[in-house]
C-alpha cells in the first residue's frame, strides 16, 4: 500500500516472536519512509518547498525534525552500504567549517574538491553522525538515503494524530487481506515465504494461514443519562442526541483565549462559545458568561494564562473552578505544549488546546 502519513509508511514489517511451542511471525505497519532524505524531512513538514529547510536552531520546526530523525539508519552516496546513525542536525550544513589538515574548509567546498560533487541545496540543513563531543561529522541531505523497514516507535505529533488513527482503525478484515494477500497494493510478506532462498536452504517452512485465536465480548456495560432509562451502547458506539447527563454542573467559570486571531476572528470565536453554550444547554448544564475572553500571543503564553487566572479570582472563584479555552493554529505542539504544562503542572486547572477547525463542543461540555 506503501500509504504515506508525513514522514512514515504504512508498509507490512516483520517480526518473529517464539512461545513455547512455536514460531510466532508479526507483522507490524508503522515506519519511516525510506529514500533520500531531503524527500523526508519535507513530507515531515508537509510543504514541497526546500527553501524551508533552511532554518537555524531557534526554530520549532528544526527541533521537531531533529527529534524526528534521531538515531534514524541512513546510507550516503560517499560511503556506500555502510550504514551511518544520524546523531543531530546542524543548520546551513554547506556552510559548516571545519578543520581539513592545516586549514579551515566548508562542508560545500570539502565535497567539491574531495568528491567532485557540487552541492545543489548548500544553505539547509544537514545530520550530524556523531556526539556533539566529537569532532564534527557533518553530511548534506541530498547525499543521505533513509535505509528501509525501520519501525516508529516515537510519540505521534499532534497535527497527525487524526491521520495515524484514520488509518490504524481500518476494519480487522481490511488489514488482514492487505497482509494475506497484498492487496490495495501492497505487497504481501507472507506471498514470499516459499520463495525465500534462506527459508528454502533452511528446510523450514511457513504457515501462510494466521493463526486464530478465539476471544471473548464481555458484555457491554449500561450508561444512565438523564432519563429514567439506561442506555445500552451497540458495537462500542453511542451519542448524546436527545439526552441530557444525570447530574449536570453548571459551567459557571470559564475562559478563552485566541492564539490565532489572524485566522480566528472575533466574531468567529463569538460564534463558537454561542455553539458551546447551546450544546450545554441541551445537556442540561446552565452556563454562566465567560470571566475573560483575551487574545493570546505566542511569545507570551503564560501571562495570558495568569490574565484569565486572575480575573476569574477577582470574580470571587477558586482556581480550581476556572476552565480555560485556549484556540490554538493547526500546527501548534510548542504552544500546546506550553499550555499543558502550564494547566497540568504548574496551576493544576482544567485546559483545552483546541484547533479552530473543528471544536468538538460535547467533549468540551463533559
Known amino acids: 500500500m506503501n500509504r504515506l502519513i508525513q514522514g512514515r509508511e504504512s508498509d ?5 516472536a517464539t512461545n513455547l511451542l512455536q514460531l510466532l511471525i508479526r507483522q507490524d505497519s508503522n515506519r519511516y519512509k525510506s529514500g533520500n532524505l531531503v524527500d523526508v524531512c519535507l513530507d515531515f513538514l508537509g510543504s514541497k518547498n526546500v527553501r524551508e529547510l533552511s532554518m537555524d536552531e531557534k526554530n520549532n520546526q528544526f527541533r521537531a525534525l531533529e ?6 539508519l541512513i546510507n550516503t552516496v560517499t560511503t556506500g552500504k555502510r550504514t551511518k546513525t544520524i546523531r543531530g542536525l546542524v543548520p546551513y550544513a554547506g556552510r559548516f567549517k571545519f578543520s581539513k589538515g592545516d586549514k ?3 562542508v560545500q567546498d570539502y565535497f567539491k574538491d574531495a568528491h567532485n560533487r557540487v552541492l545543489q541545496f548548500p544553505t539547509i540543513i544537514g545530520v550530524r553522525l556523531n556526539s556533539k563531543a566529537a569532532p564534527p561529522n557533518i553530511v548534506p541531505l ?4 533513509v535505509l528501509p523497514g525501520q519501525l516508529y516507535r516515537k510519540r505521534i505529533p499532534d497535527h497527525l494524530t487524526k491521520a495515524m488513527v484514520d488509518f490504524a482503525t481500518s476494519r480487522p478484515d481490511d488489514r488482514l487481506k492487505q497482509i494475506v494477500s497484498g492487496n490495495a497494493g501492497m505487497e504481501s510478506p507472507v ?3 516459499a520463495n525465500s532462498e534462506a527459508l528454502v536452504e533452511a528446510g523450514m517452512i511457513i504457515d501462510t494461514k494466521p493463526l486464530t485465536i478465539k476471544g471473548k465480548i464481555l458484555d457491554t456495560p449500561s450508561l444512565w443519562y438523564g432519563s429514567p432509562r439506561p442506555v445500552k451502547p451497540r458495537d462500542g458506539a453511542w451519542n448524546l442526541r436527545g439526552q441530557t447527563l444525570n447530574d449536570a454542573r453548571p459551567l459557571a467559570c470559564w475562559a478563552v483565549i485566541n492564539f490565532c486571531p489572524g485566522t480566528y476572528r472575533a466574531q468567529q470565536c463569538e460564534g463558537a462559545m454561542q455553539a458551546l453554550v447551546n450544546v450545554c444547554g ?10 475573560a475572553v483575551i487574545t493570546g500571543m505566542g511569545n507570551a503564553v503564560e ?13 470571587n472563584f477558586k482556581k480550581d473552578d476556572l476552565m480555560v479555552i485556549a484556540i490554538l493554529p493547526a500546527k501548534a505542539p510548542v504552544l500546546r505544549l506550553r499550555i499543558k504544562h502550564w494547566g497540568d503542572i504548574v496551576k493544576g486547572l482544567s485546559l483545552d488546546p483546541s484547533r479552530p477547525i473543528k471544536i468538538h463542543l460535547k467533549a468540551l461540555a463533559l
Not at 541530498?142 to 538515503?145: D, K, L, N, R, S
Request: charged share 25%; with cysteine.
Open 142 to 145: 541530498e547525499i543521505c538515503t
Open 191 to 193: 506471498l514470499g515465504y
Open 303 to 315: 501571562n495570558a494564562l495568569n490574565e484569565v487566572l486572575q480575573r476569574a479570582i477577582q470574580e
Open 67 to 72: 527529534k524526528h530523525l534521531d538515531k534514524l
Open 282 to 291: 441541551t445537556l442540561g448544564m446552565r452556563t454562566s458568561r465567560p470571566v
Open 104 to 106: 579551515d574548509t566548508t
Open 12 to 16: 507490512a514489517h516483520t517480526l518473529v
